[in-house]
């Protein structure tokens, strides 16, 4: 729910309320994770750093700091510090699909969204469907031959 919430993918922010009702969420917990502070008293400590990793990674467009990642490997250890970032990932490229096909349903029943285009959202959603396959293979590849799957900003905090 927070990497929907930071990227803005109303089909997703749907799906995540969807999913978090049928769990037995209750309507004031669902409303913390979508504030602006985001969680407060619902997020369990020992899942805080994770919860903000995963922001951070919506924040910087899947190019997140390292030391934002080893803070997380500090926190959960390498396996599931690598669980995390995987999760995230996902979530992009979900919000990736999920942005323009909430734009375009929203078009068809003649909203448009402000700033996208008809061409934006076609282009997305075909593109995406082409992409997605070589994609994929691509990094089952480079997790094969061992190469890694990240990539993280190791210039310097400019904050």
């Known amino acids: ?58 924040d910087s467009r899947g190019f997140p700091k390292k030391y934002a990642y080893d803070a997380i490997v500090k926190e959960y250890g390498e396996e599931k510090a690598q669980i995390i970032l995987s999760a995230s990932q996902v979530m992009i490229v979900g919000n990736m699909y999920g942005i323009p096909l909430s734009a375009l349903l929203s078009r068809l029943k003649g909203k448009p969204y402000k700033d ?8 997305t959603l075909i593109l995406g469907f082409f992409f997605l396959p070589i994609a994929i293979v691509h ?8 190469l890694p799957n990240e990539r993280f900003d190791v210039s310097a905090d400019e904050e």
């Open 1 to 58: 729910m927070a990497v929907t919430e930071v990227n803005g993918c109303a089909i997703c922010s749907y799906g995540h309320a969807k999913m978090a009702l049928r769990q037995g969420m209750g309507n004031e917990e669902i409303n913390s994770f979508l504030s602006e502070g985001g969680g407060g008293d619902f997020i369990k400590p020992e899942e805080a750093k994770g919860l903000l990793f995963a922001q951070h990674f919506a």
């Open 116 to 123: 996208s285009s008809i061409f934006y959202e076609f282009r």
């Open 139 to 146: 990094g089952f590849i480079r997790g094969f031959i061992g």
